[in-house]
């Protein structure tokens, strides 16, 4: 049975998938002590597609954007549920760091990380709110248009 989070989740129309595995030398997450830290993941799609591609400020809209960053932090989930076995042992989100695949005047990278930020609080209410870091970058991996990443406090 889907713990507390995961009904949340699917509330909202989210079913966990299977977490995405490494493209390259990393690991997909590394436990230390009572902090789950999640490498950074893009904006794939559970069949493998990317749910924005090229850069925001030039040619993704900020909604669509939202919507890549929304991916990400579900891709973030699947990890960690990958790591612990069930959602409800995070007790706390503790930072998520964004990369937004922008142009060079691009500077609405915070609105678009709200669609992972957004996410997090929807799945796990006040233990949601966290510490967060917004970067443009010129690229990203498959011109991605969002990459997060994530640190979990857990039980």
Known sequence: MAGTVEQ???EQGIKLHEAPSPVANYVPFVRSGNLLFVSGQVCFDPSG???????LGAGVSIEDGAAAARGCAVNLLAQVKAALGDLD???RVVRLGGFINSAPDF?????????????MVAAFGDKGRHARTTVGVASLPADAAVEVEGVFEVA
Request: aromatic residues 0%.
């Open 8 to 10: 949340k989740l699917a």
């Open 49 to 55: 597609k990317l749910i924005a591609k090229g850069k």
């Open 89 to 91: 042992k995070v007790t």
């Open 107 to 119: 500077l609405d990278g915070p609105k678009v990380l709200n669609g992972a930020s957004d996410l």
